[in-house]
């Protein structure tokens, strides 16, 4: 039944499942190394009604009653797609007839944002558990490869454990919170439950989550900055600090502080609960087995406060109120005119839109709606939140709003002494459910709109305006003939290559101008600004963020535009970007892309500040990522696809910090002169290759500009820093002057304990760097060569060169270094770069 390179205990347990399947403890949950487990090959035990949705092929076992922990692949989400997951089910094989009968709880899951046709699991020789989609790249690790693990563990409490010859845990799945915690199970500082966007939507994460800090326990939505929904505070002295943790223990769940039980909140719950979970709506509620009809059933909802439903920031959507009779409605004008309408008239709870996006553009058009008796869960839920303003009156409050760009709305609640108009002020640059109840009627709300013109305009103005405008009438009748006729035919064309895109299997969505306008807030949310355009925050309308990049200067060019969406749409790798939709509206070109919480890497690595320091374990795994990343577009695609802009602000991060490489595509987007195969030099300075001046372009100047981000990464340094004397200013010197002199080691980033503690590894990382930063293209490795000597495969050549060549454009442009620069010298290109991905 398994696909193996030797024998496992978990390989009995496996062969006898079509006796009792977790009926009996047949043997010991572990695993050897040198395994490897294949969905295609592990026969499938379904729940509930039979349905194949729901069904567990199980790889390692534990328990034969509830709870019993199953550890495998589950398709919780389709038939034929897979989740390696933890999951508890019931199996008392007492009653043999009535076993399966309840759907598997997963409590755990490895690629939850990832699930997989044919997914294959693999305990590597090395102790480096991966997981592979069939025969394709790895899309998940614990990067454990060389830490001494000698086996694999599923324990009692449904911990998966590697483990190491003293027992010692060196990877473990508790660590790596998903939206639920099982008995016995802990919550620290740094980590967090994060449920998904909705209860048929795996794939997105939602902003709600729930997390411990050394100050308490948080409900919060993930903005910036966090909306606490349900705080437990501490209140303990002295016990504000990094070792408090939560814990669920039987029949509560307890906050420890200082490491011990002393001084500790609890929160009672049914002693028959077995797991808890944060769901889409905010809620944890917490599950228990009901052994008389045979399925889970809420024990407790743990994090309900006086409000009910209404106290949750999600109950109904943005901008929605929730009202005493548990109803969902837009904010009103009271008569005047309508700034909002629902997201889905049908389902009120989805929350509304603005008729006409906020813009700072036209800050003159915009107006606060006042809204009386109406409360926000971040001051109602938390007595002790913090205004933004105290002691101010409510039109101090609502100028305050006016004045600030970001601000959405203002709550202006009043204070204790009823003869005072002073009161607390709370500015928001997100909008969540508002509440409108009976019991909360001391504040009053504002809430920002746009309005679509400026109304105050004079008759004889717009008498002036329509008079002169006649007189040009009749000319643009002409003109539009003239181009109506004339482009006739190319209309026909871009029209059928819109169709062809429409037909393409698996294509990604396509969006109005309009409705990205409203997503984006009519693109006030800048994340970012580079060569191609400027990239914008916006949240569609079941929740889930995304980057919109409005690509500027390209809107001649509808049919390579197309035909690039094509191209990029039809690429999936957990190390690269996705593409979510596009427009092409008009003279308008956008894409739409996955959103990436953490940001670009060059945050994270030129950041001086602890909060965003990475350790050398972080770094190793984000120069792995961008390899295997780029060794799917030169080696695993029908053709190879040159990315031509390898940077770290073209490096981005996910919320567990997996690196994914963005942009690729947009270069064979520009300079599309297919005729002589030539290209404008394009790219940022310092990272371009040094056949960029004279030679024919291959994949190698990804290589050589991946070499640049890894010195980057180690070093914590940018690639020019004119704070340095003229010696230390260009990176790539630096580092050739310290090889030459013995002195890598002094390379490593010194602000990091860590690096330190690691320096025989980063120092063979830099070694990879110089490898890739050789002269001569020909002497550089392939992508696919990195991706084997990072996973210990090869080693690196001791005859390397660093006497590396570089352009000596590079000098001249170390005023910009981060900026996207067009040269004015062409470059032959090989065709390779034109071709599309399978």
Known sequence: MLTHRSSSPATLCLSLLGLYFLGLVLSQPTANLSTTWAASSISSVSFGNGSPVGSVKPILLRGNDVPSFACGFVSMLSETSYLFAISIVYTNASQIDQTYTAFPEVVWAANRNNPMVNPTLELTSEGDLILKDGDGPVAWSTNTSGKSVVGLNLTDSGNLVLFDDNNVPVWQSFDHPMDSLVLGQKLTIGQKLVPSVSETNWTAQSLLSLSMTSTGLFAQMDTNPPQVYYPVRINFPNTSNDSNYIEFVNGTLALFTNSTRNGSVFINIPSASLFMRLEYDGHLRAYEFDTAKYQWTVAADILVRDYGDCGYPTVCGQYGICTSNGQCTCPDSNGGTNYFKQTNDRHPNLGCYEEVPLSCDNLQFQSLLELGDLSYFTYSTDPQSTPDLANVTKVNCKDACAKNCSCKAAFYVRGS????????????????????????????????????????????????????????LFALIIVIGVIKVSSRKREVVDEADEDHLDQVPGMVMRFTYDSLKVITEDFSKKLGEGGFGSVFEGILKDGSKVAVKRLDGLGHIKKSFLAEVETIGSIHHVNLVTLVGFCTESSHRLLVYEYMPNGSLDKWIFCISSEYALNWQQRRKIIYDIAKGLNYLHEECRRKILHLDIKPQNILLDENFNAKVADFGLSKLIDRDKSQVMTTMRGTPGYLAPEWLSAAITEKVDVYSFGVVVLEIVSARKLFDNSQDSENTYLVGVFRRKAEEGGLSDFIDSHSEDMRLNEAQAVNMLRIAAWCLQGDSTKRPSMSTIVKVLDGLMDVPDDLEYDFSYPPLMKTSAKAPQEEVPYAASTPLLPSVLSGPR
């Open 417 to 472: 002494n009823i003869r005072s108009d002073a009161g607390s002020c709370y500015l928001l640059s997100e909008v969540f459910s508002l509440m409108n109840l009976e019991q909360l009627n001391n504040s009053i709300g504002y809430i920002k709109v746009q309005n679509s013109s400026n109304k105050g305009g004079k008759t004889n103005r717009l008498g002036l305006i329509l008079g002169s405008s006649l007189g040009s």
